[in-house]
């Protein structure tokens, strides 16, 4: 028997949310650090990857969650949160172009 799917759900959003985060985080300390950028966007890139792993083996592993519910979760949160990057970046990006000109 699994959980309540809204858990699940929630389980979901909470391990993109932290994966975001430390994309987030990266990306304000390498911008001060022009020449680590790819070190950064690589090394968080990997940390990311092992938190969802890691998080969703032992959810799926441990508790009662929803498998597809989670999954379906995690998958449309993560793929949201990627978008708001890219549109972070963008702008900053855009941003800066405007200043140097």
């Known amino acids: 028997m699994t959980g ?3 858990v699940a759900v929630l389980c979901g959003i909470g391990v993109a949310a932290a994966s975001a985060l430390i994309a987030l985080l990266g990306l304000r300390w390498s911008a001060s650090r022009p020449g680590l950028v790819v070190a950064a966007v690589l090394g ?3 940390v990311r990857l092992l938190l ?3 998080c969703s083996v032992l959810l799926l592993g441990f508790t009662n969650v929803a498998p597809l519910a989670y999954a ?4 449309v949160s993560y793929l949201g949160f ?3 990057e ?6 900053k990006r855009g941003s800066q172009t405007q200043t140097q000109t």
Do not use: H
């Open 4 to 6: 309540e799917p809204w």
């Open 72 to 75: 379906t979760s995690l998958i």
């Open 52 to 54: 969802v792993i890691g």
């Open 86 to 91: 890219i549109f972070l970046i963008l702008r």
């Open 44 to 46: 968080g890139t990997l």
């Open 82 to 84: 990627l978008g708001i």
